[in-house]
Nanobody, 123 residues
């Protein structure tokens, strides 16, 4: 089993930045690919970014390319999402996930999920 706990969400003005963290525990987390998803009210959960087990390879949804950066520190069992130039449409609950597949952009490619952290970008 892998347990994931997100933190770092909050309220920020449009154009601002936030850094999300996802603390992982349990089985050998460093062997898993990891990803970030988000879900806005009334919408389906969507892929944001993914990273392979070592951190050497990353993959992004088109709508965040150039603004968001995914990274991981396997020594600390922590996944990060640096979000810059936030837009009101980035407002959502952000989830981290772990799974065996890279690049995993589908929900069913991930086995473990956190509870989510709210990000609100106000206009």
């Amino acid at each position: 089993q892998v347990q994931l706990v997100e933190s770092g969400g909050g309220l920020v003005q449009a154009g601002g930045s936030l850094r999300l963290s996802c603390a992982a525990s349990g089985r050998t987390v460093s062997s898993y690919a990891m990803g970030w998803f988000r879900q806005a009210p009334g919408k389906e959960r969507e892929f944001v970014a993914g990273i392979n087990h070592s951190g050497a390879r990353t993959y992004y949804a088109e709508f965040v390319k150039g603004r968001f950066t995914i990274s991981r520190d396997n020594a600390k069992n922590t996944l990060y999402l640096q979000m810059n130039t936030l837009k009101p449409e980035d407002t959502a609950v952000y989830y981290c996930a772990a799974g065996p597949v890279f690049p995993g952009s589908r929900i069913d490619e991930y086995d473990y999920w956190g509870q989510g952290t709210q990000v609100t970008a106000s206009s």
